[in-house]
């Protein structure tokens, strides 16, 4: 006779969590959707703080002084041959320094932690940082042909940003500060006020000892 245990009947399937269940939206979307308006709003509000960071830049970056002889431009003084690499460092210390305050401030907007303002906040230090490039080159242009040719006038350098990879910098900052905050609060709702708009997880299943007993 064979002693043999018959095999124990197979058990119901896991049951699914709620927010993976069928027809079931992605859970942080309302959320995503009610911070839009002040993602947009912060976007503009750091695109705007490119232009003083575009003057400073302009302001701060050493350039040389030429003065325009009859056998061409010579430089007054002794300019240093790091000419070039100091605009960049000026500009690339001037965003991140932006970067970092964007960060931080955007972190303080305690009602509006989420996505949508880690998304808002990389895009507008991206434009920041484009909007900064492009008037400091505009207001430090270089010479025109005329003034070349206009003997004893005295010139400088233009204003040029000859590493683009500065341009990352701004953003790289501000997400990396958001980041690192991030991961320094315990909530799992970031300690916003309203503690998220993340639905319920929705009726779970517990094994009890008799069998299956739903707990709501």
Do not use: K, N
């Amino acid at each position: 006779m064979d002693s043999t245990p018959a095999p124990a009947p197979p058990g119901p399937p896991p049951a699914l969590p709620a927010r993976w269940a069928e027809g079931h939206r992605w859970p942080g979307r309302a959320e995503l959707r009610s911070d839009l308006p002040g993602s947009l709003v912060l976007t503009g509000v750091l695109l705007l703080a490119g232009v003083p960071a575009g003057l400073l830049w302009w302001a701060l970056a050493p350039r040389a002084t030429f003065e325009v002889t009859a056998d061409g431009p010579v430089p007054v003084g002794r300019p240093p041959t790091e000419l070039l690499i100091a605009d960049d460092a000026v500009y690339t210390l001037l965003l991140a320094a932006l970067g970092l305050v964007a960060g931080l401030v955007a972190w303080r907007l305690r009602r509006r932690r989420g996505v949508a303002t880690l998304l808002g906040l990389a895009a507008g230090t991206a434009l920041a940082a484009l909007a900064a490039w492009q008037l400091g080159e505009v207001l430090g242009a270089g010479p025109s042909a005329a003034e070349l040719a206009e003997v004893g006038a005295r010139l400088v350098t233009p204003l040029q940003l000859t590493s683009t990879a500065a341009l990352a910098v701004a953003p790289f900052v501000a997400v990396l500060a958001y980041v690192v905050a991030t991961l320094l609060t315990a909530a799992e709702d970031l300690d916003r006020p309203d503690g998220g708009s993340w639905p319920s997880a929705g009726p779970r299943r517990e094994r009890a000892s008799g069998g299956e007993q739903g707990v709501l």
